[in-house]
Nanobody, 117 residues
């Protein structure tokens, strides 16, 4: 079964940038959905962004214009470029995969992003 491993989290000042990476242990297929969710302390996990079939993207209103998702299927990796970070972006960020065939869902272990104001 494919596994997802996130990296790139850390501490950054408000207004700064971070780039998260998510490497899959198996192959990512063109029609699979990849994305990022986050969970802030005391809050429910929420959608950040997904990249679905045909490379359609979906972003939470709170990150539109600041975050960008991209993927490299040749490297089985998805990225999240986060710019103009705010303190409210502080959360554990989880990578997400949903297979187009069978709809198997896989989650990464999460990577912590802390934005200091």
């Amino acid at each position: 079964q494919v596994q997802l491993v996130e990296s790139g989290g850390g501490l950054v000042q408000a207004g700064g940038s971070l780039r998260l990476s998510c490497a899959a242990s198996g192959s990512i297929f063109r029609l699979d959905t990849m994305g990022w969710y986050r969970q802030a302390p005391g809050k429910q996990r929420e959608l950040v962004t997904t990249m679905t079939t045909l490379y359609n993207t979906n972003y939470a209103d709170s990150v539109k214009g600041r975050f960008t998702i991209s993927r490299d299927n040749t490297k089985n990796t998805v990225y999240l470029q986060m710019n103009s970070l705010k303190s409210e972006d502080t959360a554990v960020y989880y990578c997400y995969l949903r297979r187009a065939i069978g709809y198997l869902e896989v989650w990464g272990q999460g990577t912590l992003v802390t934005v200091s104001s």
